[in-house]
C-alpha cells in the first residue's frame, strides 16, 4: 500500500498560481504511471492531469496550456504546476497512482487527505 500526503494549497487570486506537491511513502513511485485528481463540492473525482512512468503527460482539456504535472522518482514525489488559475480550478486536490482499466484511468490505492485550493478574489 503506498500513502499519499499532499501540500502547497490554498487561497489565491484569479490568475495567480500554486504549485502542489505530494510525498509518498510505502514504495517507489519509479513503477507507477501518477495522477492529479480533483474534487469540487457535490462532485466526483476527476482526473486533470497524469504522468506515465515513462515521463508522458496528458491533460484534461480545462487546464491545458495552465497546468504542468512533473515527477521526481528520487524524491518520490509528485508536483503539479499550477498557472493562471481560474474560480472553477477551486477543489481539494489530490494525488494517486492510476491505472488503466477499460478506458478509463482510476486509482490504484486509498485517497490522502488532500490540499485544498480556493480561487478567489
Known amino acids: 500500500q503506498v500513502q499519499f500526503v499532499e501540500s502547497g494549497g490554498g487561497l489565491v487570486q484569479p490568475g495567480g498560481s500554486l504549485r502542489l506537491s505530494c510525498a509518498a511513502s510505502g514504495s517507489t513511485l519509479d513503477i507507477y504511471n501518477m495522477g492529479w485528481y480533483r474534487q469540487a463540492p457535490g462532485k466526483q473525482h476527476e482526473l486533470v492531469a497524469q504522468?506515465?512512468?515513462?515521463?508522458?503527460?496528458s491533460y484534461t482539456d480545462s487546464v491545458k496550456g495552465r497546468f504542468t504535472i512533473s515527477r521526481d522518482n528520487a524524491k518520490n514525489t509528485l508536483y503539479l504546476q499550477m498557472n493562471r488559475l481560474k474560480p472553477e480550478d477551486t477543489a481539494v486536490y489530490y494525488c494517486?497512482?492510476?491505472?488503466?482499466?477499460?478506458?478509463?484511468?482510476?486509482?490504484?490505492?486509498?485517497w490522502g487527505q488532500g490540499t485544498q485550493v480556493t480561487v478567489s478574489t
Open positions: 494517486n497512482a492510476i491505472k488503466q482499466i477499460g478506458g478509463n484511468w482510476l486509482p490504484r490505492f486509498a
Open positions: 504522468v506515465t512512468n515513462g515521463y508522458t503527460t
